[in-house]
């Protein structure tokens, strides 16, 4: 057991994590800026995290099936958000997952870095996984990561 798989909280005890509870810190989303367990003090303010599947797949690559399995449960999560706020996609998976559960064409919603897109009551901004491979490979550098969670905190304090 690793990862969230240990911790009882995503991206606590894995590789993305680091990064993300950094930034969460940084813009006024999260008390602290790593992440332990589940009880370890550490409280989010203005943010929610979820995944869009709710187990723990092989390789943490979740197939078609899960994602088709748990979107009901996404798109009942998406329905509690309040009016204007920011969904933050972290990958493509997650970007097509928030798509299909608002029942929207993935065609008029492509998945770029650093996207806006207005769907329904929110908005949606995609970015790169944080993940190993992403930050290691520099598809995913600390500056543009900073720069979503920049644009995040600028459009729900606008």
Sequence with gaps: MHGANRSGRPFTGDHAGILLYQMLHKYG????DHSEAVDDGLTLVDCRITNAVKCFPPDNKPVGAEINTCNKFLANELQTLPKDSV???LGG???RAVIKALGMRQAEFKFAHAALHDVEYFQLLDSYHCSRYNTNTRRLSEAMFDEIFATARELLDN
């Design 87 to 89: 969904v933050m996609a």
């Design 29 to 32: 989303f999260a008390s602290r």
């Design 93 to 95: 998976i997650a970007h």
